[in-house]
T-cell receptor, first 115, second 113 residues
Framework: DSGVTQTPKHLITATGQRVTLRCSPR?????VYWYQQSLDQGLQFLIQ???????AKGNILERFSAQQFPDLHSELNLSSLELGDSALYFC??????????????FGPGTRLTVL | TQLLEQSPQFLSIQEGENLTVYCNSS?????LQWYRQEPGEGPVLLVT?????EVKKLKRLTFQFGDARKDSSLHITAAQPGDTGLYLC?????????????FGQGTILTVHP
């Protein structure tokens, strides 16, 4: 158990819909990262928040947005869903917001299926 | 285009055999990490290598960082069924001012009893 929690574990929805994925970081961690894992693209970085502020962006679609709240939990919002958005979405957390050697602890993921 | 290329993509071996997984890049990385991911779970960090030429051992796993810091390898001695999983290499992307990582495509290892 990494200490990072994600809800829901599974989500099935239809094209065009909007969903919200939730992540609670490990106690004491200030950074939250969102990743998307699919068979064809592998594990791709989406976005990072550090202590409530957006820190870094990856190849995140404009239809996707995220935020980190004062209690440090984070939400990833996916809208106008397409079939290709079906994937595993992971949240990770770390103590610091910088440094490539900064260990990130991954949650169990949310499996999103868009029908 | 992947910044980090892993090979092989799939590896199926018998218990007791040795294996090596490679992670290569045309870019220099300040550090590289290796993760292992099991079905239904998130990746778990195994090791971080920071210095060119560094070798780290974790029980039967040996990790090496290339002298030029463009490549890394993971060697498993006497593989066991419990080693089965997806192995991912990852490196910091966009500079160390950020924590974002770029991952290789992964190597799916299956160890048969």
């Amino acid at each position: 158990d990494s200490g990072v929690t994600q809800t829901p574990k599974h989500l099935i929805t239809a094209t065009g819909q909007r969903v919200t994925l939730r992540c609670s970081p490990r106690s004491g961690d200030l950074s939250v990262y969102w990743y998307q894992q699919s068979l064809d693209q592998g594990l791709q970085f989406l976005i990072q928040y550090y202590n409530g502020e957006e820190r870094a962006k990856g190849n995140i679609l404009e239809r996707f947005s995220a935020q980190q709240f004062p209690d440090l939990h984070s939400e990833l919002n996916l809208s106008s869903l397409e079939l290709g958005d079906s994937a595993l979405y992971f949240c990770a957390s770390s103590v610091a917001g910088t440094g490539g050697w900064n260990e990130q602890f991954f949650g169990p993921g949310t499996r999103l299926t868009v029908l | 285009t992947q910044l980090l290329e892993q090979s092989p993509q799939f590896l199926s071996i018998q218990e007791g055999e040795n294996l090596t997984v490679y992670c290569n890049s045309s870019s220099v990385f300040s550090s590289l990490q290796w993760y292992r991911q099991e079905p239904g779970e998130g990746p778990v960090l195994l090791v971080t290598v920071v210095t060119g030429g560094e070798v780290k051992k974790l029980k039967r796993l040996t990790f090496q960082f290339g002298d030029a810091r463009k490549d890394s390898s993971l060697h498993i001695t006497a593989a066991q069924p419990g080693d089965t999983g997806l192995y991912l290499c990852a490196g910091p992307w966009g500079g160390t001012s950020y924590g974002k990582l770029t991952f290789g495509q992964g190597t799916i290892l299956t160890v048969h009893p």
